[in-house]
């Protein structure tokens, strides 16, 4: 979509108007027949025809180029009026610096900077808005760290707020505790498991150690063992 023809200070030459919405040229785009377009008009024409809108030559998105230079240059140089001309600015300057003109301009409506607030404002009066913005926030003059937002504002009470962060901490806590017994226990129980195996596997080994004990001494039919029955009678 161009640029609105009545916008523009003194005569525009018919070679800088978009064939399509006969409106200064927006972003420009040059079919071979030299006919020139807005980049989205000769787009969205181009979805449905396969010719220049103009004179019907054959035309497809890969032969369109870039506006010869002194086109171009003529273009940049036009003078217009802000956008914003209804709501009071006076601004008029060339096509090539409108854009960054019309992003800083004051009378161009822009957001409230308060996340949440609705409100769409003019950019001159931002500030006064934001004096009385029901989004605007403010820490709590008691101290106790909350930061207020202006509609809650009546309704805040820094002790209820304590301490619904108490139980929400006494709670997170609580959580913590319960999972490091949890963990403990069972790090305790394969440990006692552990142990109890190794205290088989040992039993096993003494149980063995005193079968070949007593099969040495029979076998042995070694003196000492007799040498004692000996010395007790
Ligand atoms: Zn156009
Ligand atoms: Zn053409
Ligand atoms: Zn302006
Ligand atoms: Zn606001
Ligand atoms: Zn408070």
Same mark, same amino acid.
């Given at each position: 979509?161009?640029? &609105?023809?009545?916008?523009? %200070?003194?005569? %525009?030459?018919?070679?800088?108007?978009?064939?399509?919405?006969? &409106?200064?040229?927006? &972003?420009?785009?040059?079919?071979?027949?030299?006919?020139?377009?807005?980049?989205?008009?000769?787009?969205?024409?181009?979805?449905?025809? $396969?010719?220049?809108?103009?004179?019907?030559?054959?035309?497809? #998105?890969?032969?369109?180029?870039?506006?010869?230079?002194?086109?171009? $240059?003529?273009? *940049?140089?036009?003078?217009?009026?802000?956008? $914003?001309?209804?709501?009071?600015?006076?601004?008029?300057?060339?096509?090539?610096?409108? &854009?960054?003109?019309?992003?800083?301009?004051?009378?161009?409506?822009?957001?409230?900077? *308060?996340?949440?607030?609705?409100?769409?404002?003019?950019?001159?009066?931002?500030?006064?808005?934001?004096? %009385?913005?029901?989004?605007?926030?403010?820490?709590?003059?008691?101290?106790?760290?909350?930061?207020?937002?202006?509609?809650?504002?009546?309704?805040? $009470?820094?002790?209820?707020?304590?301490?619904?962060?108490?139980?929400?901490?006494?709670?997170? #806590?609580?959580?913590?505790?319960?999972?490091?017994?949890?963990?403990?226990?069972?790090?305790?129980?394969?440990?006692?498991?552990? #142990?109890?195996?190794?205290?088989?596997?040992?039993? *096993?080994?003494?149980?063995?150690?005193?079968?070949?004990?007593?099969?040495?001494?029979?076998?042995?039919?070694?003196?000492?063992?007799? #040498?004692?029955?000996?010395?007790?009678?």
């Amino acid at each position: 979509m161009g640029y &609105d023809i009545e916008r523009f %200070v003194g005569y %525009v030459n018919e070679g800088l108007l978009c064939c399509i919405c006969r &409106d200064v040229l927006e &972003d420009p785009l040059q079919a071979p027949c030299e006919h020139a377009f807005c980049t989205a008009c000769i787009h969205g024409w181009l979805v449905h025809h $396969n010719n220049c809108p103009e004179d019907r030559q054959a035309l497809d #998105m890969s032969v369109l180029r870039h506006l010869y230079r002194y086109m171009k $240059n003529d273009l *940049n140089r036009l003078q217009l009026h802000c956008k $914003n001309g209804e709501r009071g600015c006076e601004m008029v300057c060339s096509l090539e610096s409108i &854009d960054r003109h019309e992003r800083e301009c004051e009378y161009s409506q822009i957001p409230c900077s *308060n996340a949440g607030c609705p409100v769409q404002i003019e950019r001159r009066n931002l500030d006064s808005h934001l004096a %009385v913005c029901e989004y605007r926030s403010r820490e709590c003059p008691n101290g106790c760290g909350y930061t207020i937002l202006r509609a809650e504002d009546t309704q805040h $009470n820094c002790v209820a707020e304590l301490r619904t962060e108490l139980e929400l901490l006494r709670s997170e #806590m609580i959580c913590r505790v319960e999972e490091a017994k949890h963990e403990m226990e069972s790090r305790l129980d394969s440990q006692r498991r552990h #142990m109890v195996q190794k205290e088989s596997l040992l039993q *096993n080994e003494i149980e063995e150690l005193k079968y070949r004990t007593k099969r040495k001494t029979r076998q042995g039919g070694d003196g000492s063992a007799v #040498m004692r029955m000996w010395t007790w009678t």
